[in-house]
């Protein structure tokens, strides 16, 4: 007899396979780099259907343990890619927006940062408004490490939790605390970065204002679905919030749905969206990269 816990599993691989074609398609469409955002899609969709195989497998072999444990697992590290995915569009919407934000000028034309830099050795990125929308670029870059730190904590945390040693058991939830503390800060700012790409609306490119209307509004599902998380860890010994085991109306309304609601939002911009050619990355990294350093004298 199908259970509940079964039942949505079943439901997220009637979801996500089809997703997951229609994500490659946009990644291929867009091109394979990885600050576009839509491959870390991919990998969230990739995520969920192996750990739902794994779920129905676990109620086919109750026997098999592991099929179990690697379930909850997966079910616990959506958070990191859907993050990822978030940033690396808005880096896409900052990038753009960089291009065309306005520079002091004087009346003849001639820039004022140009020549305050040249006789009294300031530097021009720090006065004009594109040098704050580049620093969140390259911030956003950075950001991807702990993100890849709070994952692994994460898998590492649920793997000791899972474990028959006693030492492991009690790690694993520390681990995991850790974790998801990480992703609260990482939401934090991508809040705060997203809501500073807001102010600077104007300066965006057309085709790029949904892109980032679409990262404003996945951030209440994201804050929904890290809530869960946090719920399912601190208060473990819950029957309603738990990764397994917990309450099946809590985990589709906290994670599940607003996990399909954050892709098929992305999905659907990435479809609207024209091609972010890859030259135009690699330019835009290049000035970034090649920027003028604080003292540096041109």
Sequence with gaps: MINSKETLAIVELV??????VATLAIVIRHG????????YLAI???IRIVGSILEVLSHNNPSNVSDKEWAGIFQSIGLSPLILASFG???RVIDQTSDRAPTFRTHNGHLVVNTLSTRFG??????????AISRRSRLIQLLQLPATIALILCIVGGVDEASSNESDQKTGP????AGLIMFTVLLVILIILALASLKEIRNTPSQEKRLLFAVIVSLPLLTIRLLWGLLSVFLSHSTVFRISGGSVVAQGCMATLPEFLIVLLFDGVGFLSQRYKA???DLTENQSM??????SKR
């Design 279 to 281: 030259q135009e990355i």
């Design 174 to 177: 520390r681990l995991f605390k």
């Design 122 to 131: 300031i530097v021009k990125r720090i006065l004009g408004p594109a040098t």
């Design 32 to 39: 394979f780099k990885r600050q576009l955002g839509w491959i």
């Design 290 to 295: 090649h920027a003028p350093k604080l003292g």
């Design 15 to 20: 979801v996500y396979i089809p997703t997951l």
């Design 89 to 91: 569009i808005l880096k």
């Design 44 to 46: 969230f969709c990739t």
